[in-house]
């Protein structure tokens, strides 16, 4: 099928059948079945692995299918930090629209709504978690790379999740760095699972050639 392979991809759940390891973080995350969770216990190494892909994770303006079970790991592995820091985003995000609204416009927003409903639908949109709207993930972004003053070719990789969380306290604030992650995560939360069935009825040559 072609493609890079990272370490990521090796990670192989499997059944618990011995105490935890010292450092493990235990994630709750959504099973197959209805109304229940499962428990994940991550150790060290594999925690490290996680952090590498979420500052790897590519920037992107809209959401993007992602492998279920990957997403809700990395979601659920991110969720402690991000609303620890999810307020202060929000905030700031808020802010910039309502200080800088002509940059908002030179980027093919409308006056009325960069100068109405925007700020406060990017401040609402970080807070609820998740989502679906394409649009609201385009409200975020715009606004996190203009207020970044980042250039595009540096976002795809960041220190974040590996460096400068483990010495950001809550409600500091946000290095430019700091926002670029927490947005790209943020991108994640509004992601949808990729779901294989939607292959089911296409031909099989098409998934092998």
Same mark, same amino acid.
């Given at each position: 099928?072609? *493609?890079?392979?990272?370490?990521? =991809?090796?990670?192989? #759940?499997?059944?618990?059948?011995? /105490?935890?390891? %010292? *450092?493990?973080?235990?994630?709750? @995350?959504?099973?197959?079945?209805?109304?229940?969770?499962?428990? &994940?216990?991550?150790?060290?190494?594999? !925690?490290?692995?996680?952090? !590498?892909?979420?500052?790897? @994770?590519?920037?992107?303006?809209?959401?993007? %299918?992602?492998?279920?079970?990957?997403? $809700?790991?990395?979601?659920?592995? #991110?969720?402690?930090?991000? $609303?620890?820091?999810?307020?202060?985003?929000?905030?700031?995000?808020?802010?910039?629209?309502? +200080?800088?609204? !002509?940059?908002?416009? #030179?980027? /093919?927003?409308?006056?009325?709504?960069?100068? *109405?409903? &925007?700020? /406060?639908?990017?401040?609402?949109?970080?807070?609820? *978690?998740? +989502?679906?709207?394409? =649009?609201?993930?385009?409200?975020?972004? $715009?606004?996190?790379?203009? @207020? %970044?003053?980042? $250039?595009?070719?540096?976002?795809?990789?960041?220190?974040?999740?590996?460096?400068?969380? !483990?010495?950001? %306290?809550?409600?500091?604030?946000?290095?430019?760095?700091?926002?670029?992650?927490?947005?790209?995560?943020?991108?994640? /939360?509004?992601?949808?699972?990729?779901?294989?069935? &939607?292959?089911?009825?296409?031909?099989?040559?098409? @998934?092998?050639?």
């Amino acid at each position: 099928m072609g *493609g890079k392979v990272y370490e990521v =991809d090796f990670l192989l #759940a499997r059944p618990m059948h011995e /105490e935890t390891a %010292s *450092g493990a973080v235990k994630l709750r @995350l959504p099973s197959t079945e209805k109304n229940t969770q499962l428990s &994940m216990f991550v150790p060290a190494p594999e !925690q490290r692995i996680l952090e !590498q892909t979420l500052d790897s @994770l590519p920037w992107s303006t809209l959401s993007w %299918s992602i492998h279920r079970g990957l997403r $809700d790991i990395l979601v659920a592995y #991110a969720k402690p930090t991000m $609303d620890e820091h999810r307020h202060v985003l929000a905030s700031r995000l808020r802010e910039f629209i309502k +200080g800088h609204p !002509q940059q908002l416009e #030179a980027n /093919e927003w409308s006056a009325e709504f960069v100068r *109405g409903a &925007m700020a /406060e639908l990017a401040a609402k949109s970080v807070l609820a *978690g998740s +989502g679906n709207s394409g =649009d609201s993930v385009r409200v975020v972004t $715009d606004a996190a790379l203009l @207020l %970044s003053e980042m $250039d595009l070719s540096v976002l795809d990789e960041t220190n974040f999740w590996r460096q400068e969380r !483990q010495i950001l %306290s809550k409600g500091s604030s946000l290095s430019k760095n700091a926002i670029i992650a927490l947005t790209k995560c943020f991108v994640l /939360e509004w992601s949808n699972e990729f779901d294989y069935q &939607m292959y089911h009825d296409l031909p099989p040559e098409l @998934l092998f050639h």
